[in-house]
């Protein structure tokens, strides 16, 4: 069952720029996790937020939730072509079980 | 640093094998997961297990089977591979905490190719 949705599913951008990520998902949530994975590899935990808070930061990186559009977005300021990888938001279910539920992914290429 | 390490990188097995996939966790966690990841459908969750010789079919059970008789280690087990099983397969872990699910641990998977 497909919990959350990232958009858009490919972003090309040049070095320097910022790139955003956007998620929905659709049921009532404790927290949203970002992960990133490199091409072939592991995911590796990025960010958790929190269903009762807005904005979190953690060095480049700025993720925003709105509960009430049931969205959040991951900002990633100045990138670097080693930024390049898939980008994948995890949300688990408010009242249910021990599990995440993982988007399909955005697809980030950083251009030098 | 949380390590989850998986038995193999890169596996190639003949149909109807017998295939296992060991994972293992350094940290103590309750929590391990079996997931496979295929273009297009990204992230789909196969069985987890929230304590030894506990285990919960995820979304895609079917074809697999998984053991824990220790904390640290959760097999997966494909009784008799098939092609629709070529996949990247990785394996996770986490802390249990009532009501929420907390950040998840990966492995750096494995890449099973069955013939």
């Known amino acids: 069952s497909q919990q959350g949705e990232e958009d858009p599913q490919a972003l090309s951008i040049q070095e320097g720029e910022n790139a955003t990520m956007n998620c929905s998902y659709k049921?009532?949530?404790?927290?949203l996790q970002w992960y990133r994975q490199n091409s072939g590899r592991g995911l590796v935990h990025l960010i958790l937020?929190?269903?009762?808070?807005r904005e979190k930061h953690s060095g480049r990186l700025r993720v925003t939730l709105d509960t009430s559009k049931k969205s959040s977005s991951l900002l990633i300021t100045a990138s670097r072509a080693a930024d390049t990888a898939s980008y994948f938001c995890?949300?688990?279910?408010?009242?249910?079980?021990?599990?995440?539920?993982f988007g399909k992914g955005t697809k980030l290429t950083v251009n030098p | 640093d949380v390590k989850v390490t998986q038995s193999s990188r890169y596996l190639v097995k003949r149909t109807g094998e017998k295939v296992f996939l060991e994972c293992v966790q350094d940290?103590?966690?309750?929590?391990m997961f079996w997931y496979r990841q295929d273009p297009g459908l990204g992230l789909r969750l196969i069985y987890f297990?929230?304590?030894?010789?506990?285990?919960e079919k995820g979304d895609i059970p079917e074809g697999y089977s998984v053991s824990r008789e220790k904390k640290e280690r959760f097999s997966l087990i494909l009784e008799s591979a098939s092609t629709n099983q070529t996949s990247m397969y990785l394996c996770?872990?986490?802390?249990?905490?009532?009501?929420?699910?907390?950040?998840?641990?990966f492995g750096p998977g494995t890449r099973l190719l069955v013939l």
């Open positions: 996770a872990s986490s802390f249990l905490t009532a009501g929420a699910q907390e950040t998840q641990y």
């Open positions: 049921t009532s949530i404790n927290n």
């Open positions: 937020i929190r269903s009762n808070e």
């Open positions: 995890a949300t688990d279910t408010k009242g249910g079980s021990e599990k995440l539920v």
């Open positions: 940290m103590d966690h309750e929590n």
């Open positions: 297990s929230y304590d030894v010789k506990m285990k």
